[in-house]
C-alpha cells in the first residue's frame, strides 16, 4: 500500500522559514518523481514543485521559484521541501504526490502569519 506522510508544516511570521517532509512507504521511492502540491483556503490544488528520481532536475512554479528548495533523501524514502522568505500567500496545506498514479499524503498546514 502506497503512504505518503507529511510533518514540518506550523504558524510563521512573514520572512520566516519552514522544512516540510514526506516520509514514503508502499513503493520503490527511488523509482518515481514526487512532488509538492498546495492548496489556499478557498481556492483549488497548485502545483510548487517537482523532482526527478535521480535528483538531478528540479522544477519549481513561478510563485515559489528562488525561495522554495525540493529535495529527496532516496536512502530515507523522504521527499523535502525548505521553505524560505515565506509569505502571506504561501499559506495553504502542502501535499506531497508520487507523479504516477494518484497518490497522495493527508497534507501539513503552513500559515504565514504576523
Known amino acids: 500500500e502506497v503512504r505518503l506522510v507529511e510533518s514540518g508544516g506550523g504558524l510563521v511570521q512573514p520572512g520566516g522559514s519552514l522544512r516540510l517532509s514526506c516520509a514514503a512507504s508502499g513503493f520503490t521511492f527511488s523509482d518515481f518523481a514526487m512532488s509538492w502540491v498546495r492548496q489556499a483556503p478557498g481556492k483549488g490544488l497548485e502545483w510548487v514543485s517537482t523532482i526527478n528520481p535521480y535528483l538531478t532536475a528540479a522544477y519549481y512554479a513561478d510563485s515559489v521559484r528562488g525561495r522554495f528548495t525540493i529535495s529527496r533523501d532516496n536512502a530515507k524514502n523522504t521527499l523535502y521541501l525548505q521553505l524560505n522568505s515565506l509569505k502571506t500567500e504561501d499559506t495553504a496545506m502542502y501535499y506531497c504526490?508520487?507523479?504516477?498514479?494518484?497518490?497522495r499524503g493527508q497534507g501539513t498546514q503552513v500559515t504565514v502569519s504576523s
Open positions: 504526490k508520487r507523479d504516477s498514479g494518484n497518490y
